[in-house]
């Protein structure tokens, strides 16, 4: 894929979502509900939440793209990331694996490995850290913002695209996207992202929006974070501080067009070696 | 009652709740906790959050009214919901039930008619679709915001409010409140409400706030529902978007007057056929 | 201890947060875990939010400070707080107890009064009838935003302090701060603060922060509640509404220098009688 064409055909799948207005089941957790929602919201899709054991299967099978997120996890919700993830299996609904804090504890280090290995994810997003604790069980995360990505996380990131099949994003200060054979290299957003809590968290239920109007996931991957991060810039006009900051992203991620994605994203290409 | 005394005697409770400042007990999901606290807060009431089924019957005998949201359910939280359901009906504390995605799956269907059969709740606040799968298994939720409110879900309504002797409020461009006899039209409100999480959650702990200062439950729905209807079309001025749009939701709660209510305030009375 | 020192001292555990950025695990209620972690972000610190019994202890093993916060109980996150705090006891690593709504029910109460015993914190914070509740049965609290303080409230600090080799914090108009000896009067804030649900509970956790960098929980105790008033007050400027200050508190907090500190602070000491 050629970085215009990715541009053109992420304005295009915005559009999509705002016609179509798809419903993402969130799995996530209890710290970024709320904005998780509103950032579904201003972005044109519709969210739900929903973990009960006891109707995730139903509630998924409604849903255009699952997004599970290991932020707060306790069992129950970890059976109910497993049940909810087999049934989009199934369904061929696309699932969304946010392994929230991977490394830090061996209870997020082993639900994110057991769910990467049995939900079949369309798209795994995390901060350097936490794509590296998926493959390497000495990476240790500090906290849940860790955010460097060299080469380590790549080859991570590369070794478990092609393991599981399936697209992953190491999310920075540049985005790093592969499907296990070719890069896109995405460097909108700014630092002020960092500044609020779920930012990461956002970016990956944008992605679930995406993948649920594009069958490609690595054009929706690549395409959410090329959209999150320009409303991440768009938002930063003016300096504003962080609580200021926050606001302002879900305004922009309203005021985003599909114009603005053909004008300011910033994707490079590197083609399979 | 005629609409004109609906408006003075909201009026008349909206300085009541701000005299008497209410507690509130709610049990309800956690995408819109904070958000429902702060609404509370800028109302004038003072918010309560207890699920722990050792803890809700004492925490609701403190209260003037109690809300029940089944937006995130688990069976846990459904015990603690009848628990403090009967015991707010035993001491006479009024509930309001919010039946969150009913229709959407069969346990939110299952939990929202066994919570209307078991609580006695004295109001019912739901989207369309939700008031329609309380009395319709074939009624399916298109996720928790849909909101076409047409004649099947005014017959639901009216069916639930004689079933069960409740008042029924049904959410949207119009908000259509039965008390099984009559109807109160409510026009207030702005289509940006729908863009942000929660705000049809947070219209329904209005209405407790209002059911804590005020006996008459059909008063006290319509009345909310008008109030927060308000707040929401003096928010929208100039044009805000989603993330600004929230901020000032909550300093138009805290700015409304009962002034505002006589003259701003738009309802129709539709008398008993 | 004298107060311009107490200032000096602060100044420079500021100017560590945002240079150390220490992790600060909190075991909170849903209601605020999104304004907390924004709250500590905006300081300058690391936020993360873990309850998960599997983890806890793993998770304070990394942290600098541990927050455990019960305004939404229920029994897995009690067996969690507990074991959270006694690893953090071992560990040496400071635990802030917030006491939320102890004496509203009797759920809380016990909690929050095992935990005293227990957990051995290093701050408990809380409002006047909080405290209370700690040692005295009877008391009751409205709701949790109850604030007089009065000689009551101080004499229960005093009891626990010396009980418990702690240090403790009743907020309200004015911040009482106690080591079982002498007292630190802490008189900046705002009045607004009380319209924004959580702020106590961000208090709490800034106090957190503040111990991760500041050996001495006298200093930590009185300093957090030092920044965070000054943050509350600035805020406050041009008399915002209570949606718009709860953004611009953020935001001040994101500013607040050490320049501030020294000359904003208002602490009055009170020598051991």
Chains 1, 2, 3 share one sequence.
Do not use: Q
Request: glycine share 10%; proline share 4%; aromatic share 2%.
């Amino acid at each position: 894929m050629i970085a215009t064409e990715l541009l053109a055909r992420t304005a295009e799948s915005l559009a999509r979502i705002r016609a179509a207005r798809p419903l993402v089941h969130n799995i996530t957790n209890y710290v970024v509900m709320n904005s998780t929602a509103n950032v579904l919201l201003a972005l044109g899709a519709s969210p739900v939440m929903a973990h009960a054991v006891e109707e995730v299967e139903e509630m998924v099978g409604i849903a255009g793209a699952l997004v599970l997120n290991i932020g707060t996890l306790s069992p129950a919700w970890i059976e109910a990331m497993h049940r909810a993830g087999k049934a989009a299996r199934r369904a061929g609904i696309p699932t969304i694996l946010d392994p929230v804090g991977a490394g830090a504890t061996r209870l997020r280090t082993r639900t994110a490995r057991e769910l990467l290995a049995e939900v079949a994810p369309a798209v795994v997003r995390g901060n350097a850290s936490e794509i590296m604790a998926l493959v390497d069980a000495g990476a240790r995360t500090r906290g849940v913002d860790s955010s460097r990505a060299g080469e380590d996380a790549c080859a991570a990131a590369l070794e478990i695209a092609r393991a599981h099949g399936c697209v992953v994003a190491i999310t920075g200060v540049v985005d790093h996207v592969t499907d296990g054979r070719g890069w896109l290299h995405v460097s909108n957003g700014h630092a002020l992202m960092s500044r609020v809590t779920g930012t990461g968290c956002a970016a990956t239920a944008v992605i679930g929006a995406f993948c649920a109007v594009e069958r490609d996931p690595f054009a929706a991957a690549a395409g959410g974070l090329v959209v999150f991060g320009i409303a991440g810039a768009l938002a930063a006009f003016g300096d504003p501080r962080p609580g200021t900051y926050a606001t302002r992203l879900i305004d922009a991620l309203d005021e985003i067009s599909p114009e603005h994605v053909v004008t300011l994203g910033r994707v490079a290409e590197e083609s399979p070696g």
